[in-house]
């Protein structure tokens, strides 16, 4: 389990993230959700400790010092370097953690065929389609077999067939056993695939409970909790403007 007690990551503008209490159990799927701003990824970079918090402390199994032996994050493909083949840099990737070469070689081989990449083993990340970017990047997270995966975005920026599929991924690493949480902007194709949802507002948890989503709409959860507005209820119904204004 990953207990989050008490952390705090203020930044000297008063932005950041406040007092975060989370539990998230093994095997789901939690949704962090919020509007921009709202300290999403402020939580997972303190998670990661690329920002040092103010105070508060994370375990996983009741284990503080080396949490993050059993985590990985799923970061924003223009981080990796272009010229770099991806077969090369999966197999770097879990040397760096310490995974011996012989048995990089295997893992890499065994995740580029899972994910459909092995024909693209010697390609280069400049390229790929943004998709493929994607599935390779998953792979680099992948290769040191953690328990759980933090993920930030990761349909940002990909065509509909390609977040379906990787939407699909995260399905199936769910069934294998992998803890993951997730970030996304794109809340509606979360809906049939999240168990548990966490709504940020202004850098504290509005809302935390277990997802049902034969009962509950994920997008009705954030939109009332965030104070934000539907499309619709923005724009109003086009097609009676229409009307209106023949």
Do not use: W
């Not at 040092?52 to 924003?76: A, K, R, V």
């Not at 400049?126 to 792979?139: N, V």
């Amino acid at each position: 389990m990953i207990e989050i007690k008490d952390l705090s990551k203020v930044f000297k503008n008063g932005a950041g993230i406040k007092n975060i209490n989370l539990s998230i159990n093994p095997g789901e799927i939690c949704a962090i959700l919020g509007p921009n701003g709202a300290g999403k990824s402020t939580l997972l970079k303190t998670i990661f400790k690329e920002y040092i918090p103010n105070f508060g402390e994370i375990t996983f199994n009741n284990q503080t010092d080396n949490y993050l032996n059993n985590f990985s994050f799923f970061t924003d493909q223009s981080l990796f370097p272009k010229g770099v083949a991806i077969e090369f840099f999966c197999r770097y990737t879990a040397e760096l953690v310490g995974v011996k070469p012989n048995e990089a070689k295997k893992r890499t081989k065994y995740l580029l065929d899972k994910l459909e990449l092995s024909k693209y083993a010697k390609k280069t990340f400049a390229s790929l389609s943004a998709g493929m970017q994607k599935k390779a990047m998953l792979a680099a997270s992948l290769i040191n077999e953690p328990e759980c995966i933090f993920l930030d975005e990761p349909t940002a920026n990909l065509d509909i067939e390609s977040r379906r599929a990787m939407i699909n991924l995260l399905q199936q690493m769910k069934n294998e056993g992998k803890t993951i949480v997730i970030t996304s902007h794109i809340i509606d194709e979360l809906q049939n695939i999240v168990d548990h949802a966490v709504v940020l507002k202004e850098g504290k948890i509005v809302y935390d409970k277990k997802f049902d989503n034969k009962k509950e709409k994920l997008e009705d959860i954030y939109f009332m909790h965030t104070d934000s507005k539907k499309a619709e209820d923005k724009f109003g119904n086009l097609t009676n403007f229409g009307e209106e204004v023949k």
